[in-house]
């Protein structure tokens, strides 16, 4: 049995020498960009997701919808209060997650199992009732008259 020798010879190379060669082959060859100085390889998880969108543009037409939906969501009212739900989540659930992972686990079931036990999308009445009268207070307001006929006066 021989040691195959590649380019750079193998023998005189450390081990965190090949490991760094070839993760660097790993990068190039799943076309990512070269980590860049002083991250150690790692890279947040914003620009993991910037790289996970750029890579869904290389698909016919997805570009277009790509391109939209980052338009959209960079006007959209509510990007301003997801991004400080974000933050606060982040920072109040981190340090939990990293003292009790199974915790922050059984928390998301019991969460989970109460969504689906109150089943929010099975009460039609409530909002069918609504769209009832949607309209009629909403010509109560633009006519600046009140919703219900004024009664007697209270002394």
Known sequence: MSAEVGPVSN???????RLSRSREQLRL??????PEPGDGGLRPARAAAQTGLDALTDI?????????????WSGHPLRAVATVAAGAATTA??????RHPW???????????LLVWAAPW??????ALFAGM??????????GRPSRPPGPAAD
């Open 134 to 143: 949607l309209p009629q207070l909403l010509l109560a307001l633009v006519e």
């Open 122 to 127: 099975r009460r039609p009445v409530t909002s």
């Open 29 to 34: 060859s799943l076309g990512h960009a070269p």
């Open 60 to 72: 016919p037409g997805v570009a277009i919808l790509v391109a939209m939906i980052r338009r959209r």
């Open 93 to 98: 659930l981190k340090p939990l997650a990293a």
């Open 11 to 17: 023998a005189l190379e450390t081990p965190a020498a």
């Open 103 to 113: 915790g922050l686990v059984a928390g998301a079931l019991v969460l989970g199992g």
